[in-house]
Every structure is written in structure tokens, then in C-alpha cells.
């Protein structure tokens, strides 16, 4: 079954401090692997997703995310915070390239960053 | 080209009764997705339609219950309202059903009472 752990539901950062989202997943099978953005009150935007290319992948908005098949990782990045990095963060996990297009989310991180 | 867009964005409801929520897939796209995003969690899939059919589905119970029309907008219905199905809806439309990539709406937010 496929599976993702977000480690800490919440994490704050100065304004220009490295930012570190932590994700591990759970797949019997190679993974397609992903990270959204929600702002309050929005939907979902993806930032970035890993489909079996190359293991370091960029996003927008200056996100990027590294594949760690020896660790189950895919850590989500940030050089510098922003304001407007302000949101909460989802990894999710979708089993192979075939069937059901349905993605299972992990619980969310709450990115806070100070001024 | 317009994104995915749902209706209506917000919405009261009392237990026991049935409610329908509609979502507008992206242009060009022949999947849509319905996902439940309860307070405090991460969206949980309830069921794929492609091509006004049903193609996958979660572990919801029979009472939500969805259609895709030949414009491959979708409806999802939820019968016999629950307290705990108070929740923002996610509905998600891709290009394929096997696309890896999928755009969200903005929700509708089911409140029951």
C-alpha cells in the first residue's frame, strides 16, 4: 500500500532562512511522488512531482525536492523564505503510472514564516 | 483556457439530508477526481471518473455517489448527511486518467449541522 509521513504538522522559519518540508513514503512499487501548496481558503497547487527522471526535481516558486529511493525521503526545499511561502504543504504518493489517478496525501505541514 | 472550477463554494446542510456539488474540468481534460479534506487533514480520494465512468474508487461509503457528463464535468452526491462528512471538497481534472498531473479547484465547503 502506498503511504506518505509528513514529519511536523507545523514548522516556522525567518523570512530568508532555509526552508525543509520532510516527507517519507511507503510504495511496494516505484512511486510517483508530489508536493502541493494550499493557501487558506484555496485549492491545491502542485509545486513540483517526481516521475521517475531525475531524482532532484525544481518547482516553481524556487521549491525543489530530491528522491531518496535508500531513504524513502523526498524532502521538499527552499533556499530562502519568503512571506508568501506562508501555506500549507502536502506530499503525495501515487502508485505507478497505470490505474486510477488518485493520489494519498500525507497530514500537511503548516510552513509559518517570521518576519 | 479556464481552470477547474466547482460549485457553489460554500454550503449548509442538516443531517439526514442530501447535497450535490459540481465541478468544471480544465479544458481538454477527460478525468475528474473528488477528494475529501477534512479540518486539520490531508484530502482522502473518494472516486476517478473517466469518461462518465466510475474508475477507482476510496473508502467511502455508497452514499457518496458521483456522475460525469459527456462534457466530462462531474457531480458529486452525498446522501443521508453525516456530521463527520462536514469537510472541503476537492474536485481535480487531468488530462488522462493515467496523468500524473492533476489541478485542483478551489473547493466547496460542506458544513453539516
Known amino acids: 500500500a502506498q503511504s506518505v509521513t509528513q514529519l511536523g504538522s507545523h514548522v516556522s522559519v525567518s523570512e530568508g532562512a532555509l526552508v525543509l518540508l520532510r516527507c517519507n513514503y511507503s510504495?511496494?512499487?516505484?512511486?510517483?511522488l508530489f508536493w502541493y501548496v494550499q493557501y487558506p481558503n484555496q485549492g491545491l497547487q502542485l509545486l513540483l512531482k517526481?516521475?521517475?527522471?531525475?531524482?532532484l526535481v525544481k518547482g516553481i516558486n524556487g521549491f525543489e525536492a530530491e528522491f531518496k529511493k535508500s531513504e524513502t525521503s523526498f524532502h521538499l526545499t527552499k533556499p530562502s523564505a519568503h512571506m508568501s511561502d506562508a501555506a500549507e504543504y502536502f506530499c503525495a504518493v501515487k502508485k505507478g503510472q497505470t490505474g486510477a489517478n488518485n493520489l494519498f496525501f500525507g497530514t500537511g505541514t503548516r510552513l509559518t514564516v517570521i518576519p | 483556457e479556464t481552470g477547474v472550477t466547482q460549485s457553489p463554494t460554500h454550503l449548509i446542510k442538516t443531517r439526514g439530508q442530501q447535497v450535490t456539488l459540481r465541478c468544471s474540468s480544465q479544458s481538454g481534460h477527460n478525468t475528474v477526481s473528488w477528494y475529501q479534506q477534512a479540518l486539520g487533514q490531508g484530502p482522502q480520494f473518494i472516486f476517478q471518473y473517466y469518461r462518465e465512468e466510475e474508475n477507482g474508487r476510496g473508502n467511502f461509503p455508497p452514499r457518496f455517489s458521483g456522475l460525469q457528463f459527456p462534457n466530462y464535468s462531474s457531480e458529486l452526491n452525498v446522501n443521508a448527511l453525516e456530521l463527520d462528512d462536514s469537510a472541503l471538497y476537492l474536485c481535480a481534472s487531468s488530462l488522462e486518467r493515467s496523468n500524473t498531473e492533476a489541478f485542483f479547484g478551489q473547493g466547496t465547503r460542506l458544513t453539516v449541522v
Open positions: 510504495s511496494s512499487v516505484p512511486p510517483y
Open positions: 517526481y516521475t521517475s527522471a531525475a531524482t
